[in-house]
């Protein structure tokens, strides 16, 4: 059975840090890419960032380019996004989810199992 859990979400300031983990079971990180999406309140889920252990290239929306940076462990099997100089707007439910490759349309939906965790809670407020 196929798993994909977040976790480390929380409260931040802005301008402050926050490392997200996805733990994954059921598939096996050296077969299946990564991604992370958001959803804030009345908003689409977006594409945040991906990353396969068949692709050199890493993904990210541009607007947490520079300040966001996903990784994977791929013995432990859970892939992170440190999220750094957060900003209120980067405020969302962040889930991640499993697809067969990144590529140039990495951030479409259409392109992951569709299997999706409960999510992690990223709030930023002074």
């Known amino acids: 059975q196929v798993q994909l859990v977040e976790s480390g979400g929380g409260l931040v300031q802005p301008g402050g840090s926050l490392r997200l983990s996805c733990a994954v079971s059921?598939?096996?990180?050296?077969?299946?890419?990564i991604g992370w999406f958001r959803q804030a309140p009345g908003k689409e889920r977006e594409g945040v960032s991906c990353?396969?252990?068949?692709?050199?290239?890493?993904y990210y929306a541009d607007s947490v380019k520079g300040r966001f940076a996903i990784s994977a462990d791929y013995v432990k099997n859970i892939v992170y996004l440190q999220m750094n100089d957060l900003k209120p707007e980067d405020a969302a439910v962040y889930y991640c989810?499993?697809?067969?490759?990144?590529?140039?349309?990495?951030?479409?939906?259409?392109?992951?199992?569709?299997?999706w965790g409960p999510g992690t809670v990223v709030t930023v407020s002074s």
């Open positions: 059921g598939i096996t990180l050296d077969r299946y890419a």
């Open positions: 989810a499993a697809a067969f490759r990144c590529g140039s349309s990495w951030y479409e939906l259409e392109g992951y199992l569709n299997l």
């Open positions: 990353i396969s252990s068949t692709d050199e290239n890493l």
